[in-house]
């Protein structure tokens, strides 16, 4: 079977389990200046370059990929988030873009293979790349709101990149992940669609929306359902949010989602809204008691969690919603649908 076939016969038959975050975790490591630089002899300081460590201390991915295995995910992502042209660059590093991937692929997709192996149930790396610091849609500028720093076709080469590397790596699914700016996911799109049509063999892509205020809305101004509207015609294995807000504040937006699209949905919030000092103290039974009412009202498919998440709280999540069905996707009506800033749909 193909991963994308595989992943769904196994999602019919329970709630798959992601992982949680690597940010937070690799922050507990409290790693020096020298563990990220390594001897790469790189013109910027590195600390804080957490996709770097896949290369010069490789040890603290590979830990943190293994506890989330360990407490029961079915899918790991790559520690990539950061790791494509326009990110490294501000590290002096973006000429290290594809060792970056490949290395981080390996190490996950290694892991997944061993855990697999051990008890015949199947495991699966989700490429992660993430939405850079630039955006399509939005001018930086003010004064000059026509402005933009970069055009789509650059954008959809710097995915393209870290596309390519991923799947040598290893990757089953590239998951393009906090997604704010929808026309950014759509290069991201265009670069997966053409990296599979140059391989001849489907890559199977994973969307993750994220929210910037609670009524629903990305940063370019997208409701959930008029994003799930622009991007079903890339025929998304998954599609879900991420980040931005805990379990409590995405419950009405999991829901819509739910609804309306007819692929799996995958949700990992934030372990709850960060304090004053930025830390994220929810612990892992409430993360587990909210997730799992979305999961008893057969809204979701998989679930992991996004910052603050840590290995006890993907072991509360999986724990929490073991003994209950996945949810079944539906078959939305043929009409047209279309999406501005808010979804359109045509009656026939």
């Known amino acids: 079977m193909t991963p994308r076939e595989k992943l769904l016969a196994e999602a019919a038959k329970r709630i798959l389990i992601t992982d949680g975050a690597f940010g937070t975790e690799i922050q507990n490591w409290k790693l020096k200046e020298e563990d990220y630089a390594g001897d790469l002899g790189l013109a910027k300081d590195q600390k804080g370059n957490n996709d770097i460590l896949a290369l010069t201390k490789p040890e603290v991915p590979e830990k943190i990929t293994r506890e989330y295995l360990e407490a029961g995910s079915d899918i790991v992502s790559t520690n990539t988030f950061s790791a494509n042209l326009i990110s490294q660059a501000d590290y002096a590093a973006e000429h290290l873009v594809r060792e970056i991937n490949v290395a981080s692929a390996q190490i996950a997709r290694r892991l997944a293979d061993e855990f697999a192996a051990k008890d015949g149930r ?52 590239i998951l393009i992940e906090t997604v ?22 489907d890559v199977p892509i994973m969307m993750s929306m994220t929210l910037t205020d609670l009524s629903g809305r990305n ?3 997208h409701t959930v359902e008029a994003f799930w509207h622009a991007v079903r015609h890339a025929k998304p294995v998954t599609i879900g949010l991420n980040c931005s807000f805990g379990a409590e504040q995405l419950r009405p ?15 990992y919030p934030n372990a709850g809204l960060p304090n004053e000092l ?32 840590t290995p ?23 009409v047209t649908r279309l999406a501005g800033l808010e979804p359109m749909t045509m009656a026939a």
Not at 143 to 158: A, H, M, Q, S
Not at 253 to 267: G, N
Not at 283 to 293: D, F, K
Not at 320 to 325: D, K
């Open 122 to 173: 199947p495991r699966f790396v989700a490429g992660a790349i993430g939405p850079t610091n630039k955006t399509l849609s939005l001018s930086p500028d003010v004064n000059d709101p026509g402005f933009r720093e970069i055009d789509f076709d650059y954008l959809k080469g710097v995915y393209r990149e870290q596309t390519d590397a991923l799947i040598e790596g290893g990757a089953d699914f």
């Open 180 to 201: 704010f700016d929808t026309l950014n996911a759509k290069a991201g799109v265009m670069a997966v669609l053409e990296a599979a049509e140059d391989l001849g063999r």
């Open 219 to 221: 940063l370019s101004g």
């Open 253 to 267: 937006h999991v829901k819509t989602l739910s609804q309306i699209a007819d692929t799996l949905i995958m949700v």
């Open 278 to 309: 930025g830390e994220y103290d929810e612990q892992p039974a409430t993360t587990a008691g909210l997730v799992r009412e979305w999961a008893a009202q057969g809204q979701v498919n998989i679930l992991g969690g996004c910052c603050g998440s």
């Open 312 to 334: 006890a709280h993907i072991a509360a999540i999986a724990k929490a919603v073991g003994e209950l069905p996945p949810r079944e996707l539906p078959v939305p009506p043929v």
